[in-house]
């Protein structure tokens, strides 16, 4: 099993340019969720789902955007993206309930000039 | 001059001492809560959680202890190895609703040979 699979690892981006972060999981977890990983700031909580069809802002939700797209996929999308949001991104899946276990993905270090 | 927040606490132990990690909590609603740990250029793994209800839990060569009085959470290492440093992140998971599940800023253990 491949567990959880972020695309791509490294971007740069231009400041106003968009894009979209890709999650896949193979594990048939219920609940997804995205963070940002920035330097002093630990782990912020970007947005979540707790099933397919269903998402929840997280701590710094401002400036981006989610999909559910299915039970595998959990898509990160920055519609205009700015130096702020110069980070490395983090997806992970639980199974969810009870469950505290997540698995993390890779992550992808996403650098806005 | 330096601007705080941008470098993670740090705990230095020497090889085979014990550590204890210290977390301080402000999200009194979460049910569990819990501690991973990341390595460097790897998304954080799992180590264990504690339900909310309890005040001791412990694991192979970890202890994690939870003061709700003073939301307080630790994580106590028994003689810890080089392979033990990393970044250790404490969190909360709230299981109703969305399946929140937050983080904290994180420590950065240095076990010295």
């Known amino acids: 099993n491949a567990g959880v699979t972020q695309t791509p690892k490294f971007q740069v981006l231009k400041t106003g340019q968009s894009m979209t972060l890709q999650c896949a999981q193979d594990m048939n977890h219920n609940s997804m969720y995205w963070y940002r990983q920035d330097p002093g700031m630990g782990l912020r909580l970007i947005y979540y789902?707790?099933?397919?069809?269903?998402?929840d802002k997280g701590e710094v939700p401002n400036g981006y955007n989610v999909s559910r797209l299915n039970k595998r996929e959990f898509s990160l999308r920055l519609e205009s993206a700015a130096p702020s949001q110069t980070s490395v991104y983090f997806c992970a899946s639980r199974t969810g309930g009870l469950n505290t276990e997540a698995f993390f993905g890779q992550g992808t270090r996403l650098t806005v000039v | 001059g330096e601007s705080v927040g941008l470098h993670l606490p740090t705990l230095s132990v020497q090889e085979g001492d014990n550590s204890i990690i210290n977390c301080a909590y402000s999200n009194s609603a979460s049910d569990y809560f819990i501690w991973y740990k990341q390595e460097s250029g790897k998304g954080p793994q799992f180590i264990i959680d504690?339900?909310?209800?309890?005040d001791k839990r412990q694991g192979q060569r970890v202890t994690v202890l939870l003061n709700k009085t003073v939301k307080h959470l630790s994580l106590q290492i028994a003689a810890t190895q080089p392979g033990d440093s990393a970044v250790y992140f404490c969190?909360?998971?709230?299981?109703?609703?969305?399946?929140?599940?937050?983080f904290g800023t994180g420590t950065q253990l240095k076990v010295e040979l």
């Open positions: 969190g909360g998971l709230i299981t109703g609703g969305g399946n929140k599940l937050t």
């Open positions: 789902s707790a099933s397919e069809g269903t998402t």
């Open positions: 504690i339900r909310s209800n309890m």
